[in-house]
């Protein structure tokens, strides 16, 4: 028999909650996805609470990308367990971001109703959680968001935002706040459009977070579920007077979902 | 009973294709069911055809026509006597299908007439089921008198151009029946008509029946789709959604759909400062299992011919909240049972629906469960049954006895 469940999530010590009702006996258990036979990964350990289960992943190995999710029974058949839940639970990523970890969970319906899990390999990043675009007469790009993955920072030191120029040596610096693990910053952008070399058509820059003690987080939006922001996310731009052309420049994610600045000669290629 | 759908062209991926299909595939458990393509553009069709449904295309245009050429080169291949034989084909169907139709759909093509024509003449089918104006024009001049001609109409009477309703008063009563999708509609054409009530039925659109996600409504997500379009008045939305995201920062906007107006679309929301809350999500292949992310649905069309999204998202449990505008919403969302109503083109009232339901966690929860009911009367088998008596009715009544077929694998 299928095992339904109506909720998937998995929490910050990457515990697969699945509320599936009277499952009735058995185990749950994981395999690569695509894969028909063997290779069976059994989840110990998993306790049933109410109509729920409560599986911990945290220490299983498993590789980047998709892995099937099983019910085995008692006479050890393996049926798969369907979701109804798509899986986004976007309350619930503030505090899996706080922990550090070298490898993010996450629970995934596919379009036939099964429930997958998808393995990744992460570094600390910064989450952005709002980006203020510069405004008519104002020349800074601002952000704000949260660590991610990574240690609680040093309190002594100062924190900065930097701004590198892609291919090229150009770096921009400006101080940068922390309070606790949410950090907030501004990009002057002068310094950047005077540094803006026309003989490359785009000119980007790509942002980071210099925390106290000097280690370096990307600044990336990939908490959420949308896989390519790219198109899906614009920003507007401003118009500077850089080394004699006018420059317009905007902040945009990369296909990496990472946040740059793009500054081009205004009125040429956007 | 064997059933033949004619569609302009069913390899695309519009939304009349998606229903089309959905039909076929409920209809095919007990009847043997053809789709008949005017046109073909490519090899292999955007929607898998559904099991038992044969798909029969009437002429393979554009690059699916292969090297010797586009859909001119078919006849010049067959020397004069065919270009002749197209300029006449094509003079028959300038005869019947008014311009506008023929500019606003290219599947008119001589040889897909010419076709057509062919196809009626010989086809053991008991019923014919056209699928818009111009299909349902050429069927009811074409439709041989043992064949039962049904037109389906998928656009509203009042968005038709005045030379296609024209042609509508003049020919739809030679058809043997005809289905509209909302009461709405079925007002206006009988008052054009003058039809009688059996002869013309409301017939919406079914949702098939597929394994669903479901809502938990708990994302600060807000969803909208459908086409990147004028007629989907985008920019009110963004309008509306602002109340929502100056009092709710998390909240986000989510539209899905592709078009032309997306550059002027993403320009509006950089201006109005919606950058980090709105995304444009482009086209989904899995439209409910995006819906079910969201909590909400949102609707701010001039008109919406059905509503087809509403019910999407009332079958993965999210509420919708829409403009009272013509026609489809009044007829799918009962106010404060399954979502909201607001006045048409009533911005501001819109804005503070969202609001409501975004922070009244109970009403969007109660209003999810009901929507999940509602979504109910538009499940495929309760479609088709409905169409099945319809069909019997119009066969009975014209005199015309469907022969018995054996239908395959069922």
């Known amino acids: 028999m299928d095992v339904q469940a109506d909720l998937t999530r998995i929490d910050a010590a990457d515990v697969l909650e699945l509320r599936v009702g009277d499952a009735g006996g058995g185990a749950l258990a994981l395999r690569r996805h695509g894969q028909s036979g063997g290779g069976l990964l059994t989840v110990e350990r998993v306790v049933r609470a109410g109509g729920s289960l409560r599986a911990p992943l945290e220490g299983l190995p498993l590789d980047d990308g998709e892995w099937d999710v099983l019910w085995v029974d008692g006479d050890g058949r393996t049926a798969p367990v369907d979701t109804t839940d798509p899986g986004v639970h976007l309350s619930d990523r503030a505090a899996y971001l706080r922990r550090p970890r070298r490898r993010e969970l996450r629970a995934v319906r596919d379009a036939e109703g099964r429930l997958l899990l998808r393995s990744t390999t992460v570094e600390p990043y910064a989450e952005v959680d709002w980006v203020e675009p510069p405004s008519p007469g104002t020349d800074t790009v601002g952000v704000r968001g949260v660590l991610a993955y990574a240690p609680d920072p040093d309190r002594a030191g100062a924190p900065a935002v930097v701004a590198r120029q892609r291919g090229l040596d150009g770096v921009v610096e400006a101080p940068a706040r922390l309070d606790g693990r949410a950090f907030s910053g501004s990009v002057p952008l002068e310094p950047l459009a005077a540094r803006f070399r026309p003989e490359c058509p785009h000119n980007e820059w790509d942002l980071w977070l210099r925390l106290p003690g000097g280690a370096e987080l990307r600044l990336a939006a990939l908490a959420d579920d949308i896989a390519d922001k790219k198109r899906k996310i614009v920003f507007p731009g401003t118009v500077l007077e850089g080394g004699g052309t006018p420059v317009r420049v905007r902040p945009y994610y990369t296909v990496a979902n990472e946040l740059s600045l793009l500054a081009v000669a205004d009125g040429g290629a956007r | ?410």
Request: glycine share 10%; hydrophobic share 40%.
């Open chain 2, 1 to 410: 009973m064997k059933i033949a759908i004619v569609i302009a062209n069913a390899y695309g991926l519009g939304g009349t294709v998606r229903t089309v299909y959905n039909l076929a595939e409920g209809l095919a458990h007990h009847h043997e069911v053809e789709i008949v393509s005017l046109v073909r553009h490519k090899a292999e069709p955007f929607f898998p055809v559904p099991e038992g449904v044969r798909l029969r295309p009437l002429h393979t245009i554009g690059a699916a026509a292969g090297k010797a050429g586009d859909a001119a080169g078919d006849a010049a291949g067959d020397g004069e006597r065919g270009g002749l034989a197209q300029a006449w084909w094509d003079r028959r169907a300038r005869a019947v299908v008014p311009e506008p139709e023929r500019e606003r759909n290219k599947s008119y093509t001589a040889p897909a007439v010419h076709g057509l024509r062919r196809y009626l003449a010989g086809t053991g089918a008991d019923v014919v089921v056209g699928t818009r104006p111009g299909v349902n024009l050429l069927l009811s001049a074409w439709t041989p008198g043992r064949v039962l001609a049904i037109g389906q109409e998928h656009i509203n009477l009042d968005e038709h151009t005045p030379e296609v309703r024209a042609a509508i008063a003049r020919r739809y009563p030679r058809l043997g029946g005809m289905t509209v999708l909302t009461s709405a509609d079925r007002t206006a054409y009988r008052d054009l008509l003058g039809a009688e009530d059996g002869w013309l039925e409301v017939m919406p659109n079914p949702l098939p029946p597929r394994r669903l996600p479901r809502s938990t409504l708990d994302n600060p997500i807000i969803a909208a789709a459908g086409r990147l379009s004028p007629v989907k008045q985008y920019p009110k939305l963004l309008d509306a959604f602002s109340r929502v995201a100056r009092a709710h920062p998390e909240w986000r906007l989510r539209i899905y759909g592709g078009g032309k107006g997306e550059e002027k679309l993403r320009k509006k929301i950089a201006e109005k400062g919606l950058s980090n809350q709105v995304h444009l999500m482009g086209r989904t292949k899995d439209i409910t299992g995006e819906l079910a992310k969201a909590s909400l649905l949102a609707v701010s069309s001039r008109v919406e011919g059905f509503g087809m999204t509403i019910i999407e998202g009332f079958s993965v449990g999210v509420p919708a909240v829409s403009f009272d505008c013509p026609y489809g919403p009044r007829e799918i969302i009962d106010h404060e049972g399954d979502g909201l109503l607001v006045p048409a083109q009533d911005t501001e009232a819109l804005g503070e629906a969202l609001l409501r339901l975004v922070e009244d966690r109970e009403a969007r929860e109660r209003m999810g469960r009901q929507a999940l009911v509602s979504a109910e009367r538009y499940a495929l088998d309760g479609i088709v049954e409905r169409w099945e008596a319809f069909l019997e009715r119009r066969l009975a009544e014209s005199g015309r006895r469907p022969r018995s077929h054996a239908v395959s694998g069922r």
